[in-house]
């Protein structure tokens, strides 16, 4: 049986609007971050402290985290792929830092410029930092199916890196389909090696949509009893070092899914799809996300 509630991260400020190519104003951003807590999104991943000259989308992040109205009960992470990036956050009250490595040696060198093992060393003193902070620390972990660069992942590096998430003191990790290339067993295998280190209920599904398997993957990660899924209002984004991907899977159509089984989100449907037609209007063009459009059409 599917677990009875589901928590959702939207990661759309962050992970779906960062490959935007015309800067999005941060007034967007924190309406966009408004209406999502509004909806009933209780975690929000609202931007990272990345290199400008890596992600110009990003640039903002101090603008942002400082213009949003916090509300009570929502938490607020952000990405910080090294020391410089987490004293930059630090200032700015994340409730969690999120550290951010690959599965695959070539997508961790192109997207932040190191190996594997570099990137570990880097985030050991940035989670060391968190939790004496008392900030949580999640691990996002990319390419567990595929790679842009590598092709297949096999499910022995995802224990690996999982594993070396562990060792430095990471809370939760994400198992992420960066290119939306995973099939259900495929994706499960990427699962249950990360359950080699974390449990069920510090383990994430992150699914970008772009070969449209990732409600297939998500309902494969129920099987297993996953209940932290993360997904981009109005399907949202990609990620600028994974060419033609395209976003996550649409908050939207993850909860109508979980709805329709019955499955508690605590995310008004409505609320929702007005979010993402909100941020679908600024930036000029129709909704990822087959829920909103069918929902809007009607
Ligand atoms: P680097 O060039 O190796 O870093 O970049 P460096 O330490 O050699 O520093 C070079 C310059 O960058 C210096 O500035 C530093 O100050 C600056 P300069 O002296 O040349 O003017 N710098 C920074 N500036 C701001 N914030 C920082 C920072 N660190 C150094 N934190 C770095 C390494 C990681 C910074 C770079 O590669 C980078 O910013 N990469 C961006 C990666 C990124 O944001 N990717 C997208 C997010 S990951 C993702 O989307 C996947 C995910 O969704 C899961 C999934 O779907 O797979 C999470
Ligand atoms: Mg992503």
Redesign the pocket.
Do not use: E, R
């Given at each position: 049986s599917y677990p009875s509630r589901v928590q959702i991260i939207d990661v759309g400020p962050r992970?779906g609007l960062?490959n935007e190519k015309q800067p999005v104003p941060a007034a967007v951003k924190i309406e966009l971050v408004q209406r999502l807590q509004t909806a009933g999104l209780t975690e929000i991943e609202v931007t990272?402290?990345?290199?400008?000259?890596?992600?110009p989308q990003m640039a903002d992040n101090h603008a942002v985290m400082q213009g949003m109205a916090r509300q009570a009960g929502v938490r607020y992470s952000v990405?910080t792929?090294?020391l410089?990036?987490y004293e930059?956050a630090v200032l700015d009250q994340p409730d969690e830092i999120v550290v951010?490595g690959a599965a695959s040696e070539a997508f961790s060198q192109r997207?932040?410029?190191?190996s594997i093992a570099e990137s570990i060393e880097r985030f050991a003193p940035v989670v060391a930092a968190a939790k004496a902070a008392g900030i949580a620390v999640r691990g996002?972990m990319?390419?567990t199916v595929g790679c842009p660069y590598e092709g297949d992942i096999a499910p022995e590096r995802v224990a690996y890196l999982a594993g070396l998430m562990k060792g430095i003191g990471v809370e939760r990790v994400?198992v992420?389909d960066?290119i939306g290339v995973g099939t259900p067993r495929k994706v499960q295998a990427a699962i249950e090696a990360t359950l080699q280190h974390f449990g069920i209920n510090q383990v994430s599904g992150?699914f970008?949509d772009t070969y449209g398997q990732a409600l297939s993957n998500t309902l494969a990660s129920l099987e297993l009893g996953v209940w932290n899924f993360q997904s981009s209002v109005a399907g949202l984004g990609g990620?600028?070092?994974a060419k033609g991907a395209t976003g996550n899977v649409a908050t939207e159509d993850v909860v109508y899914l979980l709805h329709g089984l019955g499955i508690d989100t605590g995310i008004d449907l409505d609320a929702l799809v007005d979010a993402g037609q909100y941020i679908s209007e600024q930036l000029g063009r129709p909704s990822g996300s087959r829920v909103a459009r069918a929902l809007l059409a009607k």
């Open positions: 992970d960062q990272s402290y990345v290199s400008p000259k890596w992600v990405l792929p090294n410089k990036g930059a951010f997207n932040i410029n190191c996002a990319s390419c994400d992420a960066t992150h970008h990620c600028p070092y």
